[in-house]
């Protein structure tokens, strides 16, 4: 993949005669109609995904991307920055709630430095994409240049288009770390929404009232400081996004270019699916919201995509955790779609309910 524009172009949407014979086939397996929910829904867009009615989905991988942000300095993070690359060394070691609820899963994940701001020992067990020492602080001019998020979005794409050519993985997932990122996600959110700021941000990792209050003047500080074209998604990732939403929103196009089903994590994941959905709005059909994050922004988000989150569990952290309870649901539809009997093949009387 040479560029952006040819990435873009690449992907196709998904096959929509395969949705309805796999319609069919639910709709005659020895169950009511019906029955099973949106496990049916993802079924049905798991076929028209892979184009077949027999999907493999058991080779599962989350990228988990790590950046830092200039806008931390306006204290709108109950947290400081170093916690982030602290939050890598645990990811790493196999510590962390990613960790432990991938294992679970048995899903494989990868860490990957897309843009912290400081430099991240070799015998880290990283993939190393810095794009940049952690993004500027925007609100006093743009978060990064276009260049750079233009080399985030193929970063992450090129890696999972990767994972799956060349290590056959068949479903990913999408999760980030990055200390403040609910900020530059919210305000990516009120570029796309146009909604008040206030209305779409939220506490993060917990913040009291005065750096909410903080928070909200910071993205309305940034928003007319730097002016983002909702016309224009690269603008908006460069001027108001970060390094790690970059590669998010890489990872959802590369996995549509490849033709793997995608699911993301909590608000950060999905404002960088938003800004993929943006730029390729046939990377819709394979993407998945895992969860509905707790952030109130979320909502507006799975509003402006028209996708239901799978789970909805009042968590809000992370780091592909909610990805990481997903997908094993999503594995779970493709079974459902293959294994389960009809009513002719298994002998079972049918009264078409
Ligand atoms: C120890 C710790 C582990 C985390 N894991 C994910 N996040 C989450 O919290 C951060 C976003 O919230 P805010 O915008 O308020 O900083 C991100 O790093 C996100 O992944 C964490 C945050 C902390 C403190
Ligand atoms: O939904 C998320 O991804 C989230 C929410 C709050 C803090 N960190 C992440």
Request: hydrophobic share 45%; with cysteine.
């Amino acid at each position: 993949m040479r560029d952006l524009k040819e990435l873009i172009f690449s992907i196709e949407p998904a096959d929509a005669s395969w949705e309805e014979k796999a319609w069919n086939r639910l709709k005659s397996q020895i169950r009511p109609r019906g029955s099973l929910g949106l496990l049916e829904n993802i079924a049905a867009r798991l076929a028209a995904i892979k184009r077949s009615l027999d999907i493999e989905l058991s080779k599962k991988l989350i990228f988990t991307m790590a950046g830092d942000h200039g806008v931390a300095e306006e204290g709108v993070s109950a947290y400081p920055q170093e916690v982030t690359s602290q939050m890598v060394f645990a990811f790493i070691q196999g510590w962390a709630s990613i960790n432990v609820l991938a294992r679970h899963g048995g899903i494989d994940v990868r860490v990957v430095d897309m843009g912290v701001a400081s430099d991240l020992p070799e015998d880290w067990n990283i993939v190393r994409k810095k794009i940049r020492y952690g993004t500027a602080n925007f609100t006093k001019g743009p978060a990064m240049t276009r260049e750079e998020a233009e080399k985030g979005l193929l970063a992450g794409a090129e890696l999972v288009v990767k994972a799956v050519k060349e290590e056959g993985y068949q479903l990913i997932g999408t999760g980030d770390m990055g200390i403040a990122n609910t900020t530059p996600s919210s305000a990516i959110l009120a570029v796309f929404s146009g909604r008040p700021v206030a209305e779409i941000t939220g506490r993060g990792t917990g913040i009291d009232d005065q750096a909410f209050q903080k928070k909200v003047q910071a993205i309305e500080r940034a928003l007319s400081v730097n002016s983002p074209s909702p016309e224009d998604p690269i603008d908006v990732l460069a001027k108001v996004g970060g390094c790690e939403i970059a590669g998010l929103a890489g990872a959802v196009l590369g996995a549509a270019a490849s033709k793997v089903p995608v699911v993301c994590d909590g608000f950060i994941a999905t404002a960088g699916a938003l800004i993929a959905v943006k730029l390729a709005p046939a990377a819709k059909d394979y993407l998945f919201i895992s969860h509905r994050s707790g952030e109130p922004g979320h909502k507006v988000m799975s509003d402006i995509l028209e996708l239901p989150p799978i789970l909805d569990l009042g968590m809000r952290l992370g780091e592909g955790t909610g990805a990481a309870l997903a997908m094993p649901i999503v594995e779970a539809a493709a079974k459902v779609l293959k294994e389960i009997k009809t009513f002719e093949e298994a002998g079972v009387t049918d009264t078409g309910h």
